[in-house]
């Protein structure tokens, strides 16, 4: 399936930014201008499902992943995927060949899922669940839960139950850790660093860190970016 592709920037070097489940392109509105300041195209594609992209009848990593490969260039500076996102570029990262790939607060573990189709959330369950969200992210959130398919979020649980095997290391890659999360544990760090994975930790975060604790973050992706 070709994918819905938002950009920011026109420069000649590539960064490929994934969402999580039931986000958008639009859970990056900091992120890619931020990464575009530094002289980068930014190309953040909404999944199968989710924002402007077409519903589907099936969704499994294997379709997102090949999605991934269907709309994207090969051979981008850096490939970024979070949560969802993650397990979708790992599926796809033979064939995009990016320079740099990091997946953000992704262990490749199993996750304990039930299956049950999603309810978008209100901006005041949104607001209270994070508190540290501004304004602007509290209302992409919502927005994103409108465009996405209920059937999404039923179908994925036996992926996360299964879990997957980490991607092979095409490229220099990095895990970023959420400090408080429980997705990626200091004996997971140490395991991955043991497959040749760099990992960072955003300290004080949950698990979708680019809205927790932008700032710290962005310093989390120096070197890489």
Same mark, same amino acid.
């Given at each position: 399936?070709?994918?819905?592709?938002?950009?920011?920037?026109?420069g000649?070097?590539?960064?490929?930014?994934?969402?999580?489940?039931?986000?958008?392109?639009?859970?990056?509105?900091?992120?890619?201008?931020?990464?575009?300041?530094? !002289?980068?195209?930014?190309?953040? %594609?909404?999944?199968?499902?989710h924002?402007?992209?077409?519903?589907?009848?099936t969704?499994?990593?294997?379709?997102?992943?090949?999605?991934?490969?269907?709309?994207?260039?090969?051979?981008?500076?850096?490939?970024?995927?979070?949560?969802?996102?993650?397990?979708?570029?790992?599926?796809?990262?033979?064939?995009?060949?990016?320079?740099?790939?990091?997946?953000?607060?992704?262990?490749?573990?199993?996750? @304990?899922?039930? @299956?049950?189709?999603?309810?978008p959330?209100?901006?005041?369950?949104?607001?209270?669940?994070?508190?540290?969200?501004?304004?602007?992210?509290?209302?992409?959130?919502?927005?994103?839960?409108?465009?996405?398919?209920?059937?999404?979020?039923?179908?994925?649980?036996?992926?996360?139950?299964?879990?997957?095997?980490?991607? @092979?290391?095409?490229a220099?890659?990095?895990?970023?850790?959420?400090?408080?999360? %429980?997705?990626? %544990?200091?004996?997971?760090?140490?395991?991955?660093?043991?497959?040749?994975?760099?990992?960072?930790?955003?300290?004080?975060? !949950?698990?979708?860190?680019?809205?927790?604790?932008?700032?710290?973050?962005?310093?989390?992706?120096?070197?890489w970016?």
């Amino acid at each position: 399936m070709k994918l819905h592709k938002h950009t920011w920037g026109t420069g000649d070097r590539v960064v490929l930014l994934v969402h999580g489940l039931t986000d958008d392109h639009t859970t990056w509105w900091r992120v890619g201008p931020a990464i575009a300041d530094r !002289g980068y195209r930014v190309v953040a %594609p909404d999944l199968r499902g989710h924002g402007l992209s077409a519903r589907a009848t099936t969704y499994t990593l294997t379709d997102f992943a090949a999605d991934l490969a269907e709309s994207l260039s090969v051979g981008a500076d850096v490939a970024i995927g979070n949560s969802l996102g993650g397990l979708a570029l790992s599926g796809a990262v033979e064939r995009l060949r990016p320079l740099r790939a990091i997946y953000l607060d992704i262990g490749w573990t199993p996750i @304990p899922s039930t @299956p049950t189709r999603f309810v978008p959330r209100s901006a005041e369950y949104t607001s209270r669940r994070h508190p540290a969200w501004c304004e602007a992210d509290v209302q992409a959130e919502i927005s994103a839960d409108g465009r996405c398919d209920p059937e999404v979020m039923w179908q994925i649980a036996a992926e996360f139950n299964r879990g997957m095997e980490p991607p @092979p290391l095409v490229a220099p890659s990095l895990v970023v850790a959420a400090g408080d999360g %429980p997705m990626v %544990p200091p004996a997971r760090q140490d395991e991955l660093r043991s497959l040749g994975f760099a990992v960072r930790e955003v300290p004080r975060s !949950g698990h979708v860190m680019h809205r927790d604790r932008f700032e710290d973050f962005m310093a989390a992706l120096d070197g890489w970016i």
